[in-house]
């Protein structure tokens, strides 16, 4: 369909608002290019920034990125993510469908062949970066 997905982050880089949640979003919308119009949908289970996204039949999948543990005016801080969320568009609602100990330190990216999930993770404080790679059929 003509449709396009945006999912909450981070709400402007260099400027922090106040100390409340409001420089970062959970908020997803969907936009219906033919019609001109966005319709809010179900908010993402936690403040992330970061992440990637892959879509698989009616499941976009949410991987990797930092949570916002603590919004500092000018400092968040942030703790590595190692969830992976699904999101079903069509019934507009979340769930947990597994978790992985890699230490993202937020970036990364992922990607879908055939029915495997590739996550390249990127660490910060190693030269080195991990590859996990899962079977959809686990979980999608």
């Not at 966005?38 to 039949?57: A, G, K, R």
């Not at 990797?64 to 942030?78: A, C, L, Q, R, S």
Request: proline letters at 3%.
């Amino acid at each position: 369909e003509d449709e396009v997905y945006m999912f909450g982050g981070m709400h402007c880089i260099w400027r922090y608002i106040d100390n409340n949640d409001n420089n970062f979003s959970k908020q997803v919308y969907k936009y219906n290019v033919s019609n001109n119009t966005w319709i809010s949908l179900e908010d993402m289970p936690t403040y992330l920034v970061e992440f990637s996204l892959v879509q698989s039949n009616d499941v976009i999948l949410l991987i990797g990125g930092m949570i916002v543990t603590e919004n500092k005016p000018g400092k968040p801080i942030y703790t590595p993510n190692t969830v992976i969320y699904a999101f079903d568009y069509v019934n507009n609602f979340w769930t947990s469908v597994d978790k992985y100990s890699y230490n993202t330190a937020g970036g990364g990216c992922a990607a879908l062949y055939d029915d495997l999930l590739f996550f390249i993770t990127l660490d910060y404080n190693s030269v080195y970066n991990n590859v996990w790679v899962k079977s959809l059929l686990d979980f999608c």
